[in-house]
């Protein structure tokens, strides 16, 4: 568990769990001395790190949207004799935003690698592309396999 007042965390254990082990089996999380094992120091390790780049996250997603580069995005994709896929309800970077950025805004966001997430992300999108010929592919493999279940006919 995660305090946000004072910036900690916390295990808690139930102990009333069906599944909280008393027998002695699996990873112990606390030593003879009462101070967390190894095993939880790593965990905790881990819950502190997930926090830092979560809250990173936060910031990067709220500096995006302050500089105004999201947009509502929808994919489109037409597949197999006219079949319409559509994927909608995400937000994107929009490029040309993006460009139009002062200098001072570019490098600020260079020094941060926000930059590069952006790039990335753009690089992303580009994946879109490639969604309707795998569509289109797997729809294939689904008819080939229902017309090979297909009791044969005797005429």
Do not use: I, W
Not at 5 to 23: A, I, K, M, Q, W
Not at 44 to 64: I, P
């Amino acid at each position: 568990m995660f305090s946000r007042s004072g910036d900690r965390f916390v295990l808690c254990v139930d102990e009333e769990f069906p599944g909280f082990n008393r027998e002695g089996r699996g990873q112990r999380l606390f030593g003879e001395d009462g101070n967390p094992s190894p095993y939880v120091d790593r965990v905790l390790t881990f819950l502190q790190e997930y926090q830092a780049q979560f809250r990173r996250t936060q910031r990067f997603c709220a500096r995006v949207k302050e500089l105004g580069l999201l947009e509502p995005m929808q994919a489109q994709v037409t597949v197999d004799a006219g079949t319409r896929l559509s994927l909608g309800g995400f937000m994107a970077v929009n490029r040309e935003k993006l460009k139009a950025l002062t200098g001072d805004v570019l490098a600020d966001l260079a020094k941060t690698d926000e930059l590069e997430l952006l790039y990335l992300h753009l690089q992303s999108m580009r994946n879109f592309d490639g969604l309707r010929d795998r569509l289109e592919h797997t729809l294939s493999q689904q008819k080939d396999n229902a017309a090979a279940e297909e009791p044969a006919s005797v005429h």
